[in-house]
């Protein structure tokens, strides 16, 4: 992706990859539900009724490492 975005003239002002720290909250997630009902306002109510199924092929892919998430910054000149 990176080499995608400077190849058409971005540059990069700031580039983090955050793909640890969502294993670690899907880890969360998990443990949250184990421990009592999920709760009534998140993440599911934009994504929509197949937001289970979505989230758990983005966690296998992260885990997998064939997919990450990365924050980024980038600017066109």
């Given at each position: 992706m990176l080499t995608a975005?400077?190849?058409?003239?971005?540059?990069?002002?700031?580039?983090?990859d955050r793909s640890d720290a969502a294993i670690e909250w899907f880890d969360e997630q998990r443990m949250a539900r184990a421990h009592g009902a999920p709760p009534t306002l998140g993440i599911h109510l934009a994504m929509g009724p197949d937001?289970?199924?979505m989230a758990?092929?983005?966690?296998?892919?992260?885990?997998?490492?064939?997919?990450?998430?990365?924050?980024?910054?980038?600017?066109?000149?």
């Open positions: 975005l400077l190849q058409r003239g971005f540059r990069t002002s700031s580039w983090i937001f289970p199924e758990a092929n983005l966690e296998r892919n992260l885990q997998e490492g064939r997919v990450g998430l990365v924050q980024a910054i980038m600017r066109r000149p």
